[in-house]
């Protein structure tokens, strides 16, 4: 039981830390926030009792790094054609048939990929996607899942 509450306490210092020196860049701060997400969803597929909540608070961790240097390094114009390359190949591209972007202005770039659709019992499609992030020559792999909406945009859930 220390251990969990040494660890909850760790994440919550490092996140609150970074929301304090990030008060000013709201790309890194999302960029922390979706990263620590991504992160903790990965560690908690890994083990099981105190060694699944430890790989969950390491997995947090780390992806709010990356996360966070990655957000910092993306403006606005990055997220943009990012989100409207993957709102296009969610809704047109077949399953792995990728799509790339890229910002001519900072070099930054990207390449989405739809790897699995399937019909969710509501009977809403939902497609896992890989979105791969350059910056500054470094790559960063998302992985998530987004299902499609009434009105046509896809809503990431994961």
Not at 4 to 16: D, G, N, R
Not at 29 to 50: H, N, V
Not at 52 to 62: E, N
Request: glycine fraction near 14%; hydrophobic fraction near 35%; include cysteine.
């Amino acid at each position: 039981m220390k251990t969990s509450k040494f660890i909850l306490i760790l994440s919550m210092a490092t996140f609150l830390t970074a929301c304090a020196e990030n008060q000013n860049s709201q790309k890194q701060t999302l960029g922390t926030i979706i990263g620590a997400g991504l992160g903790a969803l990965a560690g908690s597929q890994i083990g099981s009792g105190k060694g699944k909540l430890a790989a969950v608070a390491i997995g947090a961790l780390g992806g709010a790094f990356a996360g966070g240097q990655l957000g910092k390094a993306l403006d606005d114009v990055d997220r943009l054609k990012a989100n409207q390359t993957q709102q296009t190949v969610l809704e047109k591209n077949k399953d792995g048939q990728a799509s790339t972007w890229n910002n001519p202005n900072t070099g930054h770039s990207g390449r989405v990929t739809p790897t699995r659709t399937t019909q969710v019992a509501s009977g809403e499609y939902c497609r896992e996607y890989e979105h791969e992030i350059t910056v500054d020559g470094r790559k960063e792999v998302v992985k998530g899942t987004a299902c499609r909406q009434p009105d046509g945009s896809w809503r990431v859930i994961n």
